[in-house]
């Protein structure tokens, strides 16, 4: 073989390593991606997000899970799941039991929501220089965190949040949290309207023991199917100024 037809054989050879070594590169790349908290949504076999069993949800068959004697918002929780891809607020309350996480949610992943995508989104985002479009209202109720409107985005049902995303929030949970029993996680609005009012109480120092009793029938309605909603906190101080301002015990 003359140098001009090896040269020609060498050329051909490297040329069909280096396409080989991008191919490759570009599905190692989409494989990290998959891999990452930046998506949710792709389910392949070997992800470390999903490896173990199951950390979130019920866990044991008692009939007694959400009957708390105890809750505390924690601070340093609600950094840590703050800061996970896909999450724009995390709210995290632990109990005697249990760990509860309530959340909003943005576009810095994919597959947040299990099904449905885009169209069966809860907000809309076209402000037109106004809050609600529909109404044209400028106005916006602060004790609310959440909103139909130019809000990040919530999740009616906390099954169709993906797995993926709750066995995330779940194992930093326990990692952090190691006694917990149980991490039940929600997006839903009304949850997340609510929550938000028990972290303000305790993020100006007020106890959240005379609230126990309503927080255990918000999570019981929440993840067991509970038959009632208690009222929002800001409703339910106000009535209780009320019935002491009209002399009642």
């Known amino acids: 073989m003359n140098k001009w037809i090896a040269s020609r054989v060498g050329f051909r050879f490297l040329a069909l390593a280096l396409i080989a070594a991008v191919g490759l590169t570009g599905c190692n790349y989409e494989r990290r991606v998959q891999d990452s908290t930046y998506d949710y949504g792709t389910k392949q076999k070997g992800d470390p997000k999903m490896l173990g069993g199951r950390m979130y949800g019920a866990a ?7 009957a708390n004697r105890w809750i505390e918002y924690s601070t340093h929780l609600s950094t840590e799941i703050s800061n996970i891809n896909g999450i724009a607020a995390g709210m995290v309350f632990l109990t005697d039991k249990n760990a509860y996480v309530g959340m909003t949610l943005d576009w810095t992943a994919t597959g947040t929501q299990k099904i449905g995508g885009r169209k069966s989104r809860e907000q809309s985002n076209t402000s037109e220089g ?3 479009i529909n109404t044209g209202s400028p106005y916006w109720n602060n004790q609310r965190f959440a909103g139909p409107y130019n809000s ?7 099954n169709d949040i993906s797995s993926e995303l709750k066995q995330t929030i779940a194992v930093h949970i326990r990692r952090l949290a190691p006694a917990v029993q149980e991490v039940h996680i929600s997006a839903n609005m009304e949850f997340v309207n609510q929550i938000v009012q028990y972290a303000q109480e ?11 009793d309503s927080f255990n029938m918000l999570v019981k309605h929440q993840f067991e199917g509970g038959d009632y909603v208690p009222e929002p906190l800001d409703i339910q101080k106000r009535r209780g100024r009320a019935h002491v301002e009209k002399g009642g015990g």
């Open 202 to 212: 305790a993020r100006l120092g007020r106890s959240l023991t005379p609230w126990v």
């Open 60 to 66: 044991t068959s008692n009939p007694h899970q959400h």
């Open 152 to 158: 990040n985005m919530t999740i009616n049902d906390h």
């Open 130 to 132: 106004v809050y609600n």
